[in-house]
């Protein structure tokens, strides 16, 4: 007889359940879909300050690399003077390695058994045998495999307070470029579909004969 427990992978970060919940996972849970009137104001942004991001040791990083590829898209200017920009991109942002680990085990039972009993009687005796035989055999296999994860939650607020996009994106890294980068392209990415939706969304101006 043999069994198979089935493999379940585990994460053990501290820094993971510590920091998320605080600093990135709360502000997940309220960025929503924006509306096709919220998607339209992203035709007023034209210079975007990217502020300080909240999170752990390598925010600062994410917020680097964030401005780069932001600026790269051409979607509108980015300042880093917060005074001239219009609007702002504020957010929470981690970087972190874990630690995946795997455990799976086998087993392997068999049972038999050998035994002799002698019976007497008024015409002689009897004998009888038995045979019994038991093996086991276990086995488990652990694993560890380290990984990389990278996570952000912004938003653009206008100069009202008004948030008019947000996004949460996250990434274990991709083929040609790191967990952070790949979460900052994904953002841009984002943006940039959504701005052409506004685009798409305003009717042209029809001349005046």
């Known amino acids: 007889m043999k069994s198979r427990k089935s493999e379940v992978p585990r994460r053990m970060s501290a820094g993971r359940a510590a ?13 929503g879909v924006a509306s096709a009137g919220d998607v339209k104001q992203l035709l007023s942004v034209h210079r975007v300050f990217v502020d300080r991001l909240t999170g752990g040791e390598t925010a600062a990083q994410m917020r680097d690399i964030l401005i780069s590829s932001l600026a790269s898209s051409e979607l509108f200017v980015v300042t880093e003077n917060q ?3 219009d609007t702002v991109l504020r957010g929470a942002a981690e970087d972190l390695v874990f630690t995946d680990i795997h455990q799976s085990s086998d087993s392997i039972n068999a049972h038999a058994n050998l035994g002799t009993s002698r019976s007497n009687g008024y015409y002689g005796g009897r004998n009888s045998n038995s045979l019994g035989l038991g093996l086991g055999d ?7 495999e380290r990984r990389h994860e990278a996570i952000a939650a912004v ?14 994106q996250e990434s274990l890294g991709a083929k040609f470029r790191g967990a952070s980068a790949d979460v900052a392209d ?3 990415a984002k943006l940039r579909d959504d701005f052409e ?10 001349p005046n004969h």
Do not use: C, F, H
């Open 19 to 31: 920091r998320y919940p605080a600093a990135v996972i709360l502000l997940a849970a309220v960025a």
């Open 83 to 85: 005074e001239k920009a």
């Open 138 to 144: 276990n086995e488990s296999d652990r694993s560890q």
């Open 155 to 168: 938003r653009l607020v206008n100069k009202d307070g008004d948030v008019i996009w947000s996004t949460t």
């Open 186 to 188: 994904k953002i841009t």
């Open 197 to 206: 939706k506004a685009r798409n969304l305003t009717p042209l101006a029809v």
